[in-house]
């Protein structure tokens, strides 16, 4: 996507073939920077503190987190170790996992001194599907954007999102935000609510700053609005993305994305879940399974933002000492989601489905 | 309540017997100020500008407004005028409506020189009678609080509240959080989830530093959580306020209400509103005639706090020229609320049910 009419992915190679450029989206919106991984330490770190976050993105990072490892020591050891350090930094999202597995698979069988090249191959490659896969993605989700706008007779359709599930979030594209981005390049007149998504407001400073940049018509709202909005009609459908869907269709996404999934069944509107086959876990059956991070406190008692003065400013909103609670990810259980829009179709959140588009994963056959 | 071991109301009668003072809400939890109403404007303007805030303490301060107006005219012109500026701050709460009906009652009828004196007085008993009828609905509460502390073998009873429903959004004691304080008093091991309450964050700095006051252990956590506490049974109930509440149970509260009702159904979680019979708008049937504020959209782009230094700023979260929309209040249909806990008592959300606690409103039957 495009900032100030530059072509931008979320990360890239360096220009030296080696170090990895990334956004540094903790300063996002008020600063576009970006920042260079030069280790694994880098990557791990830049995962961790969510200079780069996002499911697919996540993975992408990881991907080539064991590549700048592997540049210092190619070692099986080193291999390990590198895959290691990088899951450990953020426990939800399944794309983490599914990359360094990958990894693994395209690196262990090589010999050492081909194994930087193989490392750094797969993780362009990872990144190239992922765009590929979003492209596609949004291509699914078009048509259902179109059936909603021939319903209304061509006024507007209001698509309410949670979190960021937009090119930041991904290599390009994005899950959600793909489909949002697809319908308004075709000239359908979309009106995106975007949900703050507290405690980390990546939809006040990622979704709005992507929507911005793109020129997609938006509203930032309150995370308590959506009930509301939807109880009034003002919003035809819901897309969200999800860090990790179970093989029957339980999704985990962002904090908060269960109650507006709640709300839309509520008042029959449908809630769509856009993602990539990475992000299912084809090992569990049941959400309830899947390991919620627990992040610092202070994410909730404290807020940053931009002074009159333009710098930037980090604030306490609680009374001093106030004790704080954050988990980030809920589970949405796969009766609550209308369908998935995924790279190879849409499909409803059902085992069935599931394996109906990815017969690969049947139960009883090979990966 | 106290503050600081000092006994303190939300509104009380200056030394002067005159002018009016509150406690300026708006700088809590950062600093604690009172601040002084000494004419109609003021009083306006504290409600507008939410120096006081909370349905029963809106009515109280109106009700003093009053008051305040006719000591400089007792005219029936300027009573109307003062109703009608009053009345015309906030659109949601019907206490606001209830308090202006009780002080023409009591004034319209007097003499001029009685006015001012009748006015006062009935402002003084509406403020007293907000006290007794939330010292009455913490009773009442106290016994379910109870039960579940019974049901748990006196293990922690978690409660989950949105906004504040406290003794600050009332004369003293509160809606919601009066059994709570009640239970607590008792030495039931009672902690309190305190959702952030976005855009105002009325939970982060009000419910917080209220509960914290008093030494109710709570803790804090972004409105988008309560569906993951509940589904991992982390909430045993929820309590919440309301501003308007119809006759058929239907209940106006602060934005987000309904999607924390949708997940207590959800969970089978027992969801209960408190409220005196001041909230209760017997003339509507239907929750979705109940008029919705929407407020200015600078309270979602923009949040206050304070600095390291101390000092108190505020920041900007989203993209320069983001547009938001600001719904104060959404509507949680009758069907989702457990019950009512009202000064006469506990009893379903339903039409029968009021009637039977209020029978002087059984159609056709007197005021």
């Known amino acids: ?116 090249a193989a490392a750094y191959a797969r993780a362009a490659q990872i990144c190239d599907e992922d765009v590929e896969n979003n492209r596609k993605i949004g291509e699914h989700g078009l048509g259902i954007i179109q059936a909603h706008a021939e319903k209304k007779g061509g006024t507007t359709v209001n698509i309410l999102t949670h979190c960021n599930a937009g090119w930041l979030a991904c290599v390009d594209w994005g899950t959600a935000l793909a489909p949002i981005y697809r319908a308004h390049d075709e000239g359908i007149d979309v009106q995106v609510w975007v949900d703050e998504t507290r405690p980390r407001n990546q939809g006040a400073s990622l979704t709005a700053f992507e929507l911005g940049a793109h020129g997609v018509p938006h509203t930032l709202i309150a995370d308590n609005a959506g009930g509301h909005l939807m109880q009034k009609r003002l919003v035809d459908l819901c897309i969200v993305g999800t860090d990790r869907t179970t093989a029957t269709g339980d999704v985990a996404n962002k904090i908060g994305t269960y109650l507006k999934a709640l709300a839309a069944r509520d008042n029959q509107i449908p809630f769509f879940v856009a993602l990539p086959y990475a992000t299912i876990d084809w090992s569990l059956g049941d959400g309830s399974a899947i390991p919620i991070e627990e992040r610092d406190a202070e994410e909730v008692t404290r807020m940053t933002g931009r002074l009159p003065d333009g710098s930037i400013a980090t604030v306490e909103i609680a009374p001093p000492g106030t004790s704080a609670a954050n988990y980030g990810f809920d589970v949405t259980p796969a009766r609550l989601v209308t369908g998935f829009i995924t790279e190879r179709g849409v499909a409803p959140a059902t085992r069935d489905a599931l394996v109906t588009l990815y017969p690969e994963h049947r139960k009883g056959q090979g990966p």
């Open 1 to 116: 996507m495009k900032i100030g009419g530059k072509p931008y992915r979320s990360i890239w190679l360096g220009e030296d073939g080696k170090s990895v450029e990334i956004i540094d989206q903790t300063k996002l919106p008020h600063v576009f920077e970006t920042a260079t991984l030069r280790t694994l330490d880098d990557a791990a770190r830049a995962i961790a503190t969510m200079q780069v976050r996002g499911a697919p993105l996540i993975g992408a990072t990881a991907a080539y987190g064991v590549a700048l490892a592997l540049g210092v020591e190619a070692t099986d050891d080193a291999l390990d170790r590198a895959c290691d350090t990088l899951a450990a930094t953020r426990p939800t999202a399944i794309n983490l996992r599914w990359a360094l597995d990958e990894m693994q698979k395209s690196v262990r069988n090589q010999p050492r001194d081909k194994r930087v």
